[in-house]
Nanobody
Framework: QVQLVESGGRLVQAGGSLRLSCAAS????????MAWFRQAPGKEREFVAR????????EYADSVRGRFTISRDNAANTVDLQMNNLKPDDTAIYYC???????????WGQGTQVTVSS
């Protein structure tokens, strides 16, 4: 059974940092591009960052580039998102997911709530 479990979200003040982690199981983690998405209240889910299977490339949404860093550990089957200089607009539920083909991601876990207070 493919499973992705996110953790690390909490309430933090603007300007603070958080590190989210995603534990993967049930598939060959090292073969898949992994990504983080987020969904703010009343908004569509949006792309945040992604990382190639071998960490050879990373990509970020314009809104987080320079503040967030995605990384992965294929030995531990985890993908992390280091978030610095957080802003209230970063408040959202954050999801990790795997790419199964170009532009298509599944599954979606339950997510982890990040709340940034001003």
């Amino acid at each position: 059974q493919v499973q992705l479990v996110e953790s690390g979200g909490r309430l933090v003040q603007a300007g603070g940092s958080l590190r989210l982690s995603c534990a993967a199981s049930g598939f060959v983690f090292g073969l898949h591009l992994m990504a983080w998405f987020r969904q703010a209240p009343g908004k569509e889910r949006e792309f945040v960052a992604r990382i190639a299977w071998n960490s050879a490339f990373t990509e970020y949404a314009d809104s987080v580039r320079g503040r967030f860093t995605i990384s992965r550990d294929n030995a531990a089957n985890t993908v992390d998102l280091q978030m610095n200089n957080l802003k209230p607009d970063d408040t959202a539920i954050y999801y990790c997911t795997r790419q199964i083909r170009t532009g298509e991601y599944k599954p979606w876990g339950q997510g982890t709530q990040v709340t940034v207070s001003s």
